[in-house]
């Protein structure tokens, strides 16, 4: 599935944190087995992205068709090209209202040399390539929260 609400946690021991929908269909599988994968994907990667949202109808493991994956150690299928591999197994979860916040404990990162990411930003997906992408988002995005607390 594809999700924005990943973050780190700690760095020692590296953890992160993931936010389920629980009505979604990868979430009785994260349950059920207490692995995952995290590919952060490079900013050519949209269709990727696209595919596992379920649009047109895509399901399970159809999803993965038309990109390469290597499986990790724990078993779980990480993006060959993705700008970062994550596996990790499932230390906690909160079940909250309509998500499970998920805490995974990092058991391997593999990092490719590759440096444009890609984001989500209202409601469109943007490369972020250089420092200065990431300055430019911070000073747009500031005005409209800005504007958003007034209202
Ligand atoms: C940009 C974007 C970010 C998303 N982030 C999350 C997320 O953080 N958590 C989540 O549960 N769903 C998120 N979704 C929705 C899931 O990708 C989508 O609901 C899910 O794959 C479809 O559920 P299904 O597997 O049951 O078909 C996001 C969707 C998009 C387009």
Known sequence: ??????????VDPPT???????????????KRYGFFGVSILTSDQVDIAERFTGKGGLKGVDRFAGAQW???SSGVPLLAGALAAIDCEVE?????????????????????????ALAYWQGQY???????DALRLAEVSLPASRATRKA
């Not at 599935?1 to 700690?10: I, R």
């Not at 909160?94 to 440096?115: F, K, M, N, P, Q």
């Not at 943007?126 to 200065?132: G, L």
């Open 16 to 30: 992160l944190i993931v936010s389920i929908n629980r009505d979604a269909s990868s979430w009785p599988l994260v």
């Open 70 to 72: 290597t499986i990790g």
């Open 1 to 10: 599935m594809t999700v924005t609400s990943v973050s780190s946690l700690s």
């Open 92 to 116: 906690d979860i909160v079940e909250r209202h309509s998500h499970a916040i998920v805490i995974g404990r990092v058991l391997d990162v593999t990092v490719s040399v590759r440096t444009a």
């Open 126 to 132: 943007v490369a972020i390539d250089r420092d200065e």
